[in-house]
């Protein structure tokens, strides 16, 4: 094991114990595990070695695991499902921050793998919440995560575009929508333009094609004093700013990230700071 921890580590250009991770979640085994039993047998090895070679040409770990830990939740992931991000936990920590009152019915547009949903389930435990997603293996996805942490109940799940096929209205509506401009797919990573849906990322031309729609349908849909949360790309606060005075009376607010970025916003009744 040994030998296959260093090549991994010369491999990726990374420090030995990263590599133990590295091979540990492949394995899916804790980190001290890979010594504890040192034979592997060839059917192991065939497949930890698919996995590496999966690994170097770019699919996220998280594919080749089928898990992603997000907040305090570990979450079956599978190829075609958005992964979730770091500043996605933060977002959440935001609305429950700036979310006036506890909000009794909550929308999430485009729930990827549940991560939102499920979030805000167990933060808001009387919500009842409705998770849509357009795409088919989205819904698959969260719905594996949803009967893990048992919020069946809790949580229904809608396969739709957008607003389509719902009648009621909701104290919070959240998304975290395709937001990169179509010009800049290009320069993403590879791990990202060659393995995350398109579906998922892609804003149109300007990236904000998803979030004019959701803001202009949504306010439809919003309870008075509820609140629309979400996320954007920090080029696109100028343009979203001056969309919102347009087309909306409520106020609205930027959040800046961890890392000082604009990549939050908040339309209609929020608690300010
Ligand atoms: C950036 S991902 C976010 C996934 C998840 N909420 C998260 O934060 O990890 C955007 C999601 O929106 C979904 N989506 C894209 N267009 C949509 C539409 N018109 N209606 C509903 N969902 C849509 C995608 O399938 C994808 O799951």
Redesign the pocket.
Known sequence: MKEIVKQVSDDFKISSGEAELIVASLLEKPRFGIYFDNRMDINTKKILNMKLIQLKNGVPIEYITKKVQ?RNFLLRIYPG?????LE?EY?IELIEKFVNSRPEKIL??????????ITLATIFPKAKIIA????QN?INCVLENIERYNLTEQINLLH???F?GLTTKFDLIV?????IPRARLKSLPKSVKHFE?I???NGGTEGVQ?IKKLIQQGKDYLNPGGLIAI?VDETEVKILQKFVEMNISAPFYFKKDLFGRFRYLFVGNFKNE
């Open positions: 997000f499902v958005f992964i979730p991000r996605t977002f999430e547009i485009g729930t990827g793998s549940g991560a939102i949903c849509t997603d357009i795409s989205a739709c575009n957008m389509e998304t975290n929508p395709p937001y849906p579906l998922a990322i998803f996320e």
